[in-house]
């Protein structure tokens, strides 16, 4: 009896920490999710960055933008699998994302996962910010810290070498949970950042000069255990 009922304490405690896995693309539209294209707004012939081919949401790199879940979402772990099918280039996924064109006129408030190849795993900070224990070494000096234009924005990641041959796939997985937000590229801890200035915000995708595809884009929350 005693066997039977740690076992029923053990599965409600561990539903309480990771829920149901939702899948963000659907693989066939692009239901959940809104464009955000600058050049669209000025010229109605301009055609969306962001389509679905074979499966995939691909970025067709041109003209330059983001695509957001319309969801806000707040402690997760996100798996996006992606390749460059073509020339390598820079894309990025954006969490805590929020207030729309606060950098540039384009880029939404947020903290980007870096994308861009033989870079991935970068943090960048866009109107949000965020902390790592060897700052200096890898952000630069502190009094050029910020996270606006003309600022230090770019956080490095750990390693370099994480990322698969151009045309394979690759698989980033990023963990946000209250402040603290984790990536690792292929199954190597390549950033984790404390101090988030944000710690809930909508998920979005970058089309940023090179063509990406994706082929899975998935959220897991991440919840506490309640005694």
């Known amino acids: 009896m005693k066997t039977i009922f740690a076992a029923v304490?053990?599965?409600?405690?561990?539903?309480?920490?990771?829920?149901?896995?939702?899948?963000?693309?659907?693989?066939k539209d692009l239901s959940g999710w809104h464009i955000d294209v600058p050049a669209m707004d000025k010229d109605s012939s301009?055609?969306?960055?962001?389509?679905?081919?074979d499966g995939n949401l691909v970025s067709l790199a041109k003209p330059q933008g983001h695509i957001i879940t319309d969801a806000?979402?707040?402690?997760?772990?996100?798996?996006?699998?992606?390749?460059?099918?073509?020339?390598?280039?820079?894309?990025?996924v954006l969490v805590h994302a929020s207030t729309p064109?606060?950098?540039?006129?384009?880029?939404?408030?947020?903290?980007?996962?870096?994308?861009?190849?033989?870079?991935?795993?970068?943090?960048?900070?866009?109107?949000e910010d965020i902390?790592?224990?060897?700052?200096e070494t890898?952000?630069?000096?502190?009094?050029?810290?910020?996270?606006?234009?003309?600022?230090?924005r770019r956080i490095k990641n750990l390693t370099d070498d994480s990322e698969k041959p151009l045309g394979e796939w690759n698989k980033m997985t990023v963990e946000c949970v209250g402040n603290v937000v984790k990536v690792w590229v292929n199954g190597d801890m390549v950033n984790e950042g404390s101090n988030c200035t944000a710690s809930k915000g909508?998920?979005?995708?970058?089309?940023?000069g090179s063509e990406v595809e994706f082929r899975k884009v998935a959220l897991t929350p991440i919840k506490k255990i309640t005694k």
């Open 9 to 27: 304490v053990f599965t409600l405690c561990t539903a309480n920490i990771f829920a149901q896995t939702k899948n963000l693309f659907n693989g």
């Open 46 to 53: 301009v055609k969306t960055p962001f389509i679905v081919r």
């Open 72 to 92: 806000v979402y707040q402690n997760y772990r996100l798996e996006v699998e992606y390749r460059f099918p073509a020339k390598p280039g820079n894309c990025g």
């Open 101 to 127: 064109r606060v950098l540039y006129a384009m880029f939404p408030k947020s903290i980007e996962c870096q994308l861009m190849h033989q870079n991935a795993g970068d943090f960048w900070c866009i109107g």
């Open 131 to 135: 902390a790592v224990p060897d700052m």
């Open 138 to 152: 890898r952000r630069g000096p502190k009094e050029k810290w910020g996270a606006v234009d003309g600022k230090e």
């Open 202 to 208: 909508q998920i979005a995708l970058q089309a940023e």
